[in-house]
């Protein structure tokens, strides 16, 4: 089950069961203008900052509560929702309690989604190359508490594989506990390559014993008209991907 969404937000086509809801932002629908254009949710980018807390206004309107921000890092820091305080830092949440409204930030990286079956456990994280390769899907799979087998993963919008470009250090930092890991890069340039996130995501939650993955069709950098990009822009703004559980 998903929340109601602001016209072209993205909500997650996924099996969740009752009382789980989340939702993605897009650039579409808010109150910045430039760079920021126009649904800008960070307000670390050089913003105006009335026209972010318009949007988030707009945002908390879809929402039970506040979202629980972190400070992220590109780290595996997994932060429980009762935990969650301004300015802590942290890539990943859980809750287990209802109406703990768990966000990440995003504008390439990719945002991963995750309940469990049974509609008791939702989880969050910010999985950029550092925060994947270093084990954020991972630890936040543990702080769920629930059986590998029980989870369900969506692949929120980030950076596709026809635009991903990195150096031999990204490869390595993969491959070095996976060689297969190998198999979701491929040749650019010389020292380049066009890494696969959601490939390289699959494995992660692969091997982390969930199978049920969803999502992983955007490109944030190649549809400028939906997504805020990093990689294409600099400065930008940036999308928020939210869950929560409301078994009411």
Known sequence: MT???????VVPDWPSPPGVHALITTRLGGESTG???????????????????????????????????LSQVHGTRVV????VAPGIEGDAA?????????????ADCLPVLLCDRAGTAVGIAHAGWRGLAAGVIENTVVAMQRAPEELLAFLGPAIGPAAYE???????????P???AASAFAPRREGKLLAD???LARRRLSKAGITSVFGGEHCTFNEPELFFSYRRDAITGRMA????????
Request: cysteine-free; hydrophobic content about 50%.
């Open 94 to 106: 859980v809750a287990h309690s209802e109406n703990k409204v768990l966000a990440v930030l995003t």
């Open 80 to 83: 429980r929702a009762e935990e």
């Open 241 to 248: 991907s939210v869950i929560w559980l409301d078994r009411a």
């Open 166 to 176: 990195v150096g031999n250090e990204v490869l390595g930092a993969f491959v070095a």
């Open 178 to 180: 996976d060689a297969d």
């Open 197 to 199: 996130l959601y490939a």
């Open 35 to 69: 760079p920021y254009a126009s649904f800008n949710i960070a307000a670390h980018v050089g913003d105006n900052p009335r026209a972010v807390a318009a949007n988030r206004a707009r945002l908390r309107a879809n929402l039970p509560a506040e979202p629980l921000w």
């Open 3 to 9: 929340s109601a969404a602001q016209p072209g937000w």
